[in-house]
């Protein structure tokens, strides 16, 4: 019997074995697709794979092959895929998947129809919407049609400024069929964190509400849409959504703008014309966070995302059609993006946007329950919210149809792992992953046909060529390093706007190691074949020249209570970097010398002695991107006074006041 419970090979030396937190049933096994796949490679290929770890390999000494297999198993639509699936393999970058091929992302992204939910929305408790995919289909037409009258076409840009909403979805849908460039943020940013990603860019089209909703609150953002489109020249087009604002008011402020609705009026519903495009046609542009500069702006492909995506859902989150698949996320972060595709698979979307804890502090899980939610995604940082909060899903909530839990953003702590289990349901998967908007995918990430282990990403993802590098470029059997990508993968980036040599891309992520994608997690392998990401390599910290993850501090702080959130950084000091711990205390909690000596204790005994900070310091906000990463760099830059160059990609600016000309630091 195909078994998919071995995913790796013990070796001396690798972190120690870790407790297993949830084990597949047999018939769990047999029925994840990732075995339905084997097996079907098995069919075709007359080779037979023992466990995971096998079906890994293949995959990347075999990438025609497998990803010849990944399309007819995922039932990627094209007009042609064309006889080449991969040529300049040796090429990072510069290789090429399916060069023949000739798609559609949106058409990947609607091939059902009828009466069946396609998207189920939540605005906070203000906004309930579904959409059937029949009414997806007929909203796309008409947007489709109403884009082509006003001279879009296949290469133009739409930018965004829209609510994680079934609006959002529709016109990312209706601008991609024509072959048109798709970026969005969400409403809460700024103006100039608006003109800082989109002025880049040249949209033809702006698509923004009228407002939004968070945390019980309204606010309108017509004067900022009205300052953002008189400063984008390219903009022809301006189309206002109906949400949360004053929509009559907003239109009529605004040059060139028009509604949704008067949009598409002359516009029946009609079968949707479907561009067919290369594969590597450009599907979307991606920002970086952008503190440490303006964004980068990051091109991905129609066939690289969707072949990628169509991977990852089938095979690793095990996404099925009919499934209901939720992710928390914003239109910023590339989790909306993942999250979209899962239409390819026939899932309905779970849409939320809002507050996490608004109305009240288990409304997600409110969410799950009444919508029958198969596939929860979230953040670390929600999961270790929701359990400094207390709160206890499994006693309050049924959640029969949940079965996987999804966590990314950061490293998902041992404890968070505790808490799933024990307070939110026992008999699922939990699978931490980790990859990021530059690739818009993952390079490890879950299987539901293995064990989870606690505090383990479980595995390397399929086709990823993923291995551990010391600084001198060799790969590391045990102990901590530098995470790259060894061979082409379809989801690289096609480069960057604006920079046609290609220079500002190479050295992002190919100056390190030649020809190896360095991707700047500090990260070691487990005893089980899953691998512990210990923070961003940029972020490490070296005092006395031995590098530390910052996640191994955090992990030790989230054991006490007595602590909200943590930041950790190198401060230049006598010669060398010593560490500096800054804290958010829990309510009601003081930083005095015992709790100071409390938390010193714990990070010796639960880290080493070599992580001990320096100095601990109390402050009363930490500062965070948009997509909730905190930003270490940021408040380095504070510290040391320098210039933070991008505020406007952070959540909260207002909190780096918090780091600036500290007394504690000058001892």
């Not at 190919?510 to 360095?518: A, H, T």
Request: with cysteine.
């Amino acid at each position: 019997m195909l078994t998919f419970r071995i995913i790796g090979i013990m070796k001396k030396g690798i972190t120690k074995m870790s407790e297993k937190m949830w084990q597949p049933s047999e018939q769990q096994v047999q029925d994840a697709q990732v075995t339905k796949f084997t097996q079907r490679l098995e069919e075709t290929t007359g080779q037979k794979f023992q466990n995971f770890s096998a079906l890994h390999t293949y995959s990347i000494e075999q990438p025609e092959g497998f990803w010849n297999a990944v399309w007819d198993y995922c039932g990627i639509v094209a007009e042609t895929k064309g006889a080449r699936v991969l040529v300049d393999c040796d090429k990072m970058p510069g290789a090429k998947f399916f060069p023949d091929a000739r798609l559609n992302f949106a058409e990947n992204l609607l091939v059902k129809q009828g009466d069946d939910p396609a998207l189920i929305f939540w605005g906070e408790d203000v906004v309930e919407k579904t959409l059937s995919w029949t009414q997806l289909h007929n909203l796309v037409s008409r947007l489709a049609a109403a884009f082509r009258a006003s001279g879009l076409k296949a290469g133009d840009r739409v930018a965004a400024v829209m609510p994680n909403m079934p609006e959002t979805v529709a016109v990312m849908l209706a601008a991609t069929s024509i072959g048109a460039v798709w970026s969005s943020c969400s409403p809460d940013f700024g103006e100039q964190g608006i003109l800082d990603r989109f002025g880049q860019i040249d949209p033809k089209i702006l698509i923004a509400c009228d407002g939004y909703y968070y945390n019980g609150k309204c606010f309108e953002i017509a004067e900022k849409i009205k300052g953002v489109s008189g400063q984008l020249a390219s903009v022809e087009k301006v189309v206002i959504v109906p949400y949360a604002g004053e929509l009559a008011k907003t239109v009529g402020n605004i040059d060139k703008a028009v509604s949704l609705d008067d949009l598409i009026a002359d516009y029946q519903p009609q079968q949707i014309r479907f561009e067919q495009l290369p594969f590597d046609h450009p599907l979307y542009i991606l920002f970086s966070s952008g503190t440490t500069g303006v964004p980068k702006c990051i091109i991905h492909s129609v066939g690289g995302t969707l072949i990628q995506h169509k991977k990852e859902h089938q095979l690793h989150a095990n996404v099925s059609d009919g499934d209901r698949l939720f992710y928390f996320t914003t239109c910023t972060w590339m989790m909306w993006n993942w999250l979209v595709t899962g239409l390819a698979s026939g899932a309905t979307l779970m849409l939320y946007d809002g507050s996490p804890f608004y109305p009240g502090p288990n409304v997600l899980f409110d969410f799950a329950d009444k919508f029958r939610i198969s596939i929860f995604g979230t953040s670390a940082k929600f999961i270790d919210a929701a359990k400094q909060s207390g709160m206890r899903p499994r006693n309050s909530h049924a959640l029969n149809h949940l079965r996987s839990i999804l966590s990314t953003g950061s490293p998902l702590a041992p404890e968070g792992f505790d808490y799933v289990y024990a307070g939110i349901k026992s008999d699922l998967c939990l699978s931490s992953v980790s990859g990021g908007t530059d690739i818009v995918a993952c390079f490890v990430c879950g299987n539901p046909a293995s064990p989870v282990y606690r505090g383990e990403i479980q595995a390397k993802a399929l086709g990823m060529a993923v291995e551990i590098y010391d600084d001198n470029g060799q790969p590391l059997e045990s102990g901590k390093g530098e995470l790259v990508c060894t061979k082409p993968f379809p989801s690289m980036p096609l480069g960057f706007w604006d920079d046609e040599n290609g220079e500002k891309y190479h050295n992002a992520y190919f100056s390190k190691y030649p020809n190896i994608w360095w991707h700047g997690d500090y990260a070691e392998w487990t005893e089980n074949g899953g691998m512990i990401i210990h923070g961003r390599s940029d972020a490490t910290l070296n005092p006395g020249g031995v590098r530390i993850g910052t996640a191994e501090i955090y992990a030790q702080v989230e054991k006490m209570p007595e602590f909200a959130d943590s930041l950790a950084i190198g401060q230049s000091w006598d010669k060398d970097t010593r560490i500096i711990l800054f804290v958010v205390l829990a309510e009601d909690q003081v930083l005095d010398g015992d709790l100071i000596s409390r938390l010193k204790h714990q990070i010796r005994t639960g880290a080493s002695p070599r992580h001990v900070p320096a100095k601990i310091i109390a402050v009363p906000d930490i500062p965070r991107t948009k997509s909730g990463k905190i930003t270490e760099l940021a408040v380095c830059d504070v510290v040391h006074g320098q210039e933070v160059k991008n505020k406007e990609a952070l959540a909260n600016p207002e909190a780096l006041d918090n780091f600036m000309d500290l007394e504690e630091l000058r001892t």
